[in-house]
């Protein structure tokens, strides 16, 4: 049989170009792949005889051999110094010189048998009448499907790291790595952890959807952390040093005095450590809180403490807006 199957399973012609058979198996491999055909038993072989043509034929030397020498060449053990020079021939030298025991006519099973690596019957076990003289050869095995799953995780974990055990729908328990820095609607990959290949393949990828808890006082912006820091109202009106909680401990922080609520200071790489990247920044946002109770002397006493209308630019604002 002359070498051309192959290149049919690909939609070429014999001896095409390197370039021409990465386009025709890459189309191929597109239309044919198990993930855009399940359950589809022709696609799945269809798939399978594309990557067994691709296999042979984007191999130079292979290749080479199979231009000379066709099919046979395909079969295991095959050498090229005993195929007789016949291109596409058969081994020990053509249909008259010895080539098959006892010389003669050749048996038309053992003829067979040596075409397609196969015999078709009697007793051989063989792939029978019809069987595919290149199945098996090369092809390379389709990856499973990825499965996807969703982690919920608190806070802490999620900007800590840690680890964490998901059962799947499919009853599976595993147990799960998360990395520090990971962010809400964010997306792990757990290689080899989804589908198993119907072909004998690597199994697919779990891909998991990353749901973080809320904080009651931390909450994140980009890679940085921002918590809110009550304080005394002579804290914010002396200043001084107040402790700060940060994601591994407490540290002390100068407050300026004179401090209005909505102030922000910045403890640099105190935030979100992700990978690749430094850690992000915290930013201490200030809430000043005024006391449950003071009795009338000591309103007072506050009351002459302000020189000024504290809503002065408001009105003179909304003065300016009416004009």
Do not use: C
Request: net charge positive; glycine share 18%.
């Amino acid at each position: 049989m002359s070498g051309k199957k192959l290149y049919r399973a690909l939609g070429l012609a014999p001896g095409a170009s390197a370039d021409d058979i990465k386009k025709a198996f890459r189309k191929l491999a597109r239309q044919y792949h198990p993930d855009r055909n399940p359950d589809d038993a022709k696609a799945e072989e269809r798939f399978k005889e594309i990557n067994a043509a691709h296999d042979v034929l984007s191999d130079p030397k292979r290749k080479d051999l199979y231009d000379k020498y066709g099919d046979i060449s395909l079969q295991q053990g095959f050498d090229p110094r005993r195929s007789g020079g016949f291109g596409g021939g058969f081994p020990g030298g053509g249909f008259g010189g010895g080539g098959f025991p006892g010389g003669g006519r050749p048996d038309i099973d053992d003829l067979l048998g040596s075409l397609f690596g196969a015999g078709r019957g009697r007793g051989r076990g063989g792939a029978g009448r019809g069987a595919d003289p290149f199945s098996g050869f090369g092809a390379e095995a389709a990856k499973g499907a990825d499965a996807r799953a969703e982690l919920r995780v608190d806070f802490m974990t999620a900007a800590r790291g840690g680890q964490r055990e998901l059962q799947l729908a499919d009853g599976r328990r595993m147990k799960v790595r998360v990395p520090p820095g990971v962010k809400d609607g964010g997306t792990l990959r757990l290689r080899g952890k989804g589908q198993p290949s119907r072909m004998g393949g690597d199994p697919g990828d779990l891909l998991l959807t990353i749901h973080v808890d809320p904080h009651a006082f931390f909450s994140r912006q980009g890679d940085d952390l921002v918590v809110q820091l009550p304080l005394t109202v002579p804290e914010a009106i002396r200043g001084g040093r107040v402790r700060v909680p940060t994601l591994t401990g407490a540290v002390r922080v100068r407050v300026p005095s004179g401090s209005r609520s909505g102030q922000r200071l910045r403890i640099p790489g105190k935030g979100f450590a992700t990978k690749g990247k430094g850690p992000g920044n915290l930013y201490a946002e200030l809430r000043i809180v005024p006391p449950l109770a003071l009795d009338d002397a000591t309103l007072e006493v506050l009351d002459a403490a302000y020189d000024e209308d504290v809503r002065g630019d408001l009105y003179a604002a909304t003065v300016d807006a009416e004009a």
